[in-house]
């Protein structure tokens, strides 16, 4: 149910850029104003990074097979860490490259109908709103939709800029343009290696924590019968899909179907954690023999 909507805020935002980009791109060669050509640029390298997170989501939905036993979540992860990439070496660098030149010209750049420019930011921010709220809306979210909201959230924030940059050439401040554009490029660059961080942490083998771990054997430990757990192991193979093995200690007397009784009822209780461990497996093995009181002899009894 998570994966479709998130599915279908990246395809509402996937649109909502391609219609940015062409309102920015028309504004620029409006008006000249590099901070547009940022933003422009920045929403083109968007369009490309939601369409591939589109991809990567529905790719991920896809069941487990002999491949990959575990099924496909991890390919949001993968998706997102492009993005992260594309964030950096495309659109920041890009912009650096552009707007640091901009700084030591002697002459400034020609700018006109700035009126244009202002009212386009304004317009492109209303608009890169909508997909923001319905992603933010949503309380459980996949690594694609949570790449795709920080990138939404980097909108808004270059936008801002921008529009800063703009009020700053009306104002007669024309290094106000390169400066917003380079602020633009921080923004993204500082984002995208947080959410590089982040999902290269989960292609790895990211652990749901310690806590994650005690719930698990508490609730193992309240299964009758169990006498111990240990080797608890669990990782994420998805944005909301854990992969849990653990092992139990039964008094070794307890016969072959009963133990496996205690595995499949500890099977169950673990798997009503928070997270969704949709591959448990649980491993038996002998603990301490239980002492029980011996039953008098009946010649004992019948004296009596």
């Known amino acids: 149910m998570e994966q479709s909507k998130d599915l279908s805020g990246l395809r509402m935002t996937l649109i909502v850029y391609i219609v940015i980009f062409v309102i920015k791109l028309a504004a620029y060669f409006a008006t000249g104003v590099m901070a547009l050509l940022a933003e422009a640029l920045h929403t083109l390298s968007d369009v ?7 991809v990567a989501l529905m790719y991920s939905r896809r069941k487990a097979d002999e491949m990959h036993m575990f099924g496909y979540g991890r390919a949001q992860n993968v998706g997102a860490l492009v993005a992260a990439t594309l964030f950096i070496s495309f659109t920041s660098f890009e912009l650096y490259k552009e707007a640091i ?3 030591f010209e002697s002459e400034h750049a020609v700018y006109q109908n700035l009126g244009l420019a202002v009212g386009v930011l304004l317009v492109s ?10 992603l933010f809306r949503q309380k459980k979210r996949g690594a694609a939709a949570n790449a795709q909201m920080l990138e939404l959230f980097n909108d808004q924030f270059g ?6 940059g703009t009020l ?13 554009a380079m602020a633009v490029a921080t923004i993204i660059a500082f984002n995208a290696v947080k959410l590089f961080r982040e999902n290269l942490s989960m292609l790895i083998g990211r652990s749901p924590g310690k806590e994650f771990v005690k719930q698990v054997k508490t609730r193992a430990l309240s299964v009758p019968g169990v006498q111990e757990v240990h080797a608890v192991q669990a990782e994420y193979i998805g944005p909301q899909e854990v992969h849990i093995v653990l092992h139990i200690r039964v ?14 009822l500890v099977e169950k209780r673990v798997c009503k954690t928070d997270a969704n461990p949709e591959f448990c497996t649980v491993h038996v093995d002998p603990g301490k023999e239980v002492e029980t009181t011996p039953n008098p002899p009946e010649s004992e009894t019948r004296d009596e």
């Open 125 to 134: 921010m209303v608009i890169a709103a909508l997909p923001l709220v319905t």
């Open 48 to 54: 490309f990074v939601a369409g591939f997170l589109v």
């Open 159 to 164: 936008l801002l800029a921008a529009l800063l």
């Open 251 to 264: 008094d070794p007397r307890t016969p072959v179907v009963e133990a496996n009784k205690i595995a499949e």
């Open 101 to 103: 030149p901009r700084l």
């Open 168 to 180: 700053a050439i009306q104002w007669g401040f024309p290094l106000g343009d390169p400066l917003a």
